[in-house]
């Protein structure tokens, strides 16, 4: 299988059903200027609700095109589904995310790096993106956060029209309350800054989930 996108496109896209495990679809978008072998991959941590195939209606095309476009290949997985709050099955150690970067490194087509990751995290996705960086700051390339959750607290106070879905996924809100000084980057900044250097964010001043402040 040939990973150069057709004339005319500017990215070639693979849907996958075979990824790190049964129902886990991964999508990989490679750029023209793919070389492969060795790229850095970027990992993208979906928002709330979304799966991969989602996200090609189209409605992401401008993030992937613009990553892609730079060479380095895009990784889109649920990440174990979609509705995960930054639990340790998905940001810890063999967790969802290095299962997708190990799929990533196997594929003959792609074989590419997972020792230096960039990620990329839209809402809910910020929280996990941000969640795997700091406990992986050695691999971290790059970290760009959109609508980004930098107060969990705050962001579950201020949307209890969400609050059932962060319960289901943490059992009850009094695990989620007690699991955030472990998941809070509010309570995680002194081992997010030697890596703050490396991070973008971009929110709205409009958004009525995340207080811009």
Known sequence: MSIVPPMGNTRWVRSSADGPAVGETVSLHVGRLHAPFGDIPVVYFHDFGLDPDALLDGAFDGIFSAITSTSYPMLVARLGGTSQWATSDVVGASGWVDDVLTWAVAQPQLLT??????????????????NWAWRNPGKVLAVALIAPIVDAD????????????????????AAWTAALPDIDPMHNLDVIRPFAHKMGLCYGD?????DGA
Do not use: C, E, H, K
């Open 154 to 173: 705050a962001f579950y106070a201020d949307n209890p029209s969400l609050q059932a879905s962060i319960n289901a996924d943490w059992g009850s809100g």
């Open 113 to 130: 790096r997972s020792d230096r990751v960039a990620v990329v995290g839209v809402g809910m996705g910020s929280l996990n993106a941000l």
């Open 206 to 210: 409009v958004d009525t989930q995340i």
